[in-house]
């Protein structure tokens, strides 16, 4: 099978396992494990913050995230296809009673001052307080989409002005890095919660990292163990997110380019499909609203050929190129893709 489904179905490489297999380990709840707390400082220090938290998910480091900046009864705006309000289940409002509200960018592609519009920080006794404003780069749904640091700074100078925090959902921010040029620690001074995940494109089996001050890290840290996701001898899984940050970040650029080569594809064999021009990096979003077909339709007639994609909407296809996938697979996923695209143009 070709599985494009997502990058987080990558197999540990044989030496991304033998790291495993060799690394000191100790009771990370004691705060022994000597292997989760180097990552922990590697990681702070690459995005110039004072301290890091691992933890199982990107989303569970989100909601600790959330959680150390924004109060119960109080607000976090998002973009409104997010994974944040998307896909982690209402969890700001179940676990911490946290609401949220939503701006719309095209593509994901944030505009500050969309998201400021919106905010209504200290909205005294009548109205919702906005007390943290997120930003998803690279943006999932909206297509692998690299997010301008301009608007970022922008955001940044205008949130702190209105006594608004920032949270940065960087689960692919290695993505947006390779692409941009732009240094973690100039995205990290521009936010005060940030979240990484090692297990997307950089091949790890599980890890996220959490991002913030001590203060913050440490009770997080209290909260993760609330939550039962205080862990013991975890280094073993430190050690895979160490391997991938020393090996798998330049490597992105290959997936990009792959990703790239789906588009153009897609493109030539369904125009208006993609804008290949928009794929930055290794996610393709493909809108087959100008068709009668579904992405379920096509997703099952790819399935069949042993390529594995994702219908998201019904008229959304997403393909996400990731460290297995070869540029045999690619060419492969092309001839086929592109004769279902072009029956679909037809229809
Ligand atoms: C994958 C992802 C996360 C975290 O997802 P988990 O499955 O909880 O690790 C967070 N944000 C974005 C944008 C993602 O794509």
């Keep these: 099978m070709i599985d494009l489904r997502s990058d987080t179905v990558t197999q540990p490489s044989l030496a991304m396992r033998e790291a495993m297999f060799q690394a000191p380990v100790g009771d990370d709840v004691y705060g022994d494990d000597p292997t989760v707390n180097s990552l922990e400082e590697r990681v702070a220090a690459l995005f110039g913050k004072e301290a890091g938290l691992f933890t199982p998910s990107g989303s569970l480091a989100n909601q600790l995230g959330i959680r150390m900046l924004v109060k119960p009864g109080e ?5 409104v296809n997010s994974h944040i309000v998307r896909a982690e289940l209402g969890a700001a409002a179940t676990f911490s009673g946290i609401t949220t509200r939503t701006w719309e960018d095209p593509r994901g592609f944030f505009d500050a001052d969309r998201a400021l519009n919106i905010a209504r920080p200290n909205s005294g006794p009548y109205l919702v307080s906005t007390t943290a404003i997120a930003v998803e780069n690279t943006h999932n749904f909206g297509g692998g989409t690299v997010q301008s640091i301009e608007e970022i700074r922008k955001l940044h100078v205008a949130a702190q002005a209105l006594e608004i925090f920032t949270h940065l959902d960087g689960a692919r921010i290695w993505n947006a890095h390779v692409v941009s040029g732009i240094s973690f620690s100039d995205y990290g001074q521009n936010f005060d919660t940030i ?3 090692l297990s997307k494109g950089l ?14 890290i440490v009770s997080a840290r209290q909260w993760r163990k609330r939550y039962g996701a205080g862990m013991r001898q975890i280094g073993m899984l430190a050690a895979a997110g160490h391997y991938a940050l020393d090996n798998n970040i330049s490597r992105l650029a290959d997936d990009h380019r792959r990703a790239k080569s789906l588009a153009q ?3 030539h064999a369904l ?3 993609v804008n290949p021009e928009h794929v930055d990096t290794n996610i393709v979003a493909l809108d087959l609203s100008m068709t009668k077909t579904t992405a379920a339709e096509v997703n099952a007639a790819l399935k069949a050929e042993g ?3 994702s219908a998201l909407g019904p008229k959304f296809l997403r393909l996400v190129t990731h460290l297995d996938i070869t540029d045999a697979d690619i060419e492969k ?11 679909a143009f037809m229809a």
């Design 75 to 79: 607000e976090i705006l998002t973009e």
């Design 195 to 197: 979240s990484v995940c």
């Design 203 to 216: 091949g790890a089996p599980v890890g996220s990292i959490l991002l913030s001050t001590k203060e913050r």
């Design 265 to 267: 594809s897609a493109a």
């Design 271 to 273: 125009p208006g499909s």
């Design 307 to 309: 390529i594995l994609a």
């Design 333 to 343: 996923t092309n001839q086929v893709l592109s004769g279902l695209l072009q029956r």
